[in-house]
């Protein structure tokens, strides 16, 4: 197992404590590792506040803590933490420098909740990088919770938002490669899936998520995938807890996954349970081609517990507590079948 620690000086929160935090990055474990790892966190002091996101995103989790730390809200920190990935062009899956549907537009999803149950969403935006910070003005300036295509774009404009081509040269490049051929098929972790999904609790215990996406490279134009609909990518409900989906969102949407999660959390399970029997409602379905496709969730309760399942290998969860920044490799349904 390799580590990293990151030295960060973050002046610490409302309560007026500054302290230098340390950051530590944990890459490449064993599973044994993850195991080991996992019981750890089982038996763990559940402190607050805690950020929790899909896949191994050091920068935005990191970038979403420091916002807490700062005395922002829970809502600034997922807003800040999608934030880092919408503008990272490295990132492939998410705002600027996202894969193109197969006409060669990128167009993006996200969607945002907050502790009071209010949600925000956009679908099917073009030109705009932070699709969350418009998600974010649905909720808070308008009296809808889901604006699409020209309209939410029209929106953004309106609400200061910056014109800007999303399509970078790489990404370009990319798509003109794969039309040659233009098969499509969702590839399992690689490419296809690296939406960024966070969920926040605050010290009191309030939660919020936040979710953003590119969707599927090379997707029909006009699809939208789970991440930008309440209850399928995204599922907030403060007595209880929250989920955020990724991976094959049509999958998802199927099963209004995120919603299922917090509802399993609300009947008594963890949030390790929760996301497991979730995982089990899809592929359980008669004719699931689930070897094919991949689908993870992430979950916290309200006590601060967290918990993560994919079908497939390879996914993780990002989590900072206690100042403490870890990449857990998520336990997978395909494992009992090895
Ligand atoms: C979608 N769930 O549009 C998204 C894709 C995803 O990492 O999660 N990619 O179906």
């Known amino acids: 197992m390799k ?9 610490l929160s409302g309560v007026g404590l500054a302290i230098g935090t340390a950051l530590t990055n944990c890459t490449n474990k064993t599973s044994e590792d993850s195991q080991k790892e996992k019981s750890i966190v089982t038996t763990a002091k559940k402190s607050l506040p805690l950020v929790i996101a899909t896949w191994n995103f ?11 730390q700062s005395g922002k809200s829970a809502l600034d920190a997922i807003e800040q933490g999608c934030m880092v990935e919408e503008a990272d062009v490295k990132n492939v899956t998410v705002g600027k420098g996202a ?20 949600c925000g969403s956009v679908v099917y935006l073009q030109n705009i990088t932070h699709a969350i ?5 649905v ?12 309209g939410a774009e029209q929106f953004a404009y309106e609400k200061g938002f910056k014109k800007e081509n999303l399509l970078t040269e790489s990404s370009k490049k990319a798509w003109e490669e794969w039309k040659v051929k233009s098969e499509y098929k969702p590839i399992i972790n690689i490419e296809n899936h690296d939406t960024i ?17 590119s969707g599927l490279a090379y997707k029909m134009a006009g699809r939208v995938g789970d991440s930008p609909i309440i209850g399928a990518g995204l599922f907030v409900d403060n007595e209880v807890g929250g989920a955020v989906a990724t991976g094959l969102g049509e999958e998802v949407a199927k099963t209004v996954g995120s919603f299922l999660v917090v509802e399993l959390m609300r009947q008594g399970k963890t949030p390790q349970e929760a996301c497991e029997e979730a995982i089990k409602r899809i592929v359980s379905k008669p004719n699931s081609n689930y070897k094919d496709f991949q689908v993870a969730y ?32 998520s336990d997978y349904f395909l494992k009992e079948k090895e």
């Open 3 to 11: 580590r990293r620690n990151f030295i960060k000086n973050a002046s």
């Open 58 to 68: 050091h920068n935005a989790t990191s970038k979403a803590w420091e916002t807490l």
């Open 99 to 118: 894969l193109p549907d197969r006409d060669g537009n990128v167009t993006l999803d996200a969607c945002i909740m907050n502790s009071k149950g209010d």
């Open 133 to 137: 910070s418009v998600a974010r003005k």
């Open 139 to 150: 909720m808070e300036d308008t009296p809808h919770v889901m604006l699409a295509g020209k």
């Open 197 to 213: 999904g966070m969920l926040t609790v605050d010290k009191n215990g309030d939660i919020c998520g936040g979710c953003t996406t």
């Open 298 to 329: 992430i979950a916290v309760n309200k006590k601060g517990e967290t918990g993560s399942y994919s079908i497939h290998k390879n996914f993780s969860m990002s989590k900072v507590q206690d100042g403490k920044s870890e990449n857990i490799q």
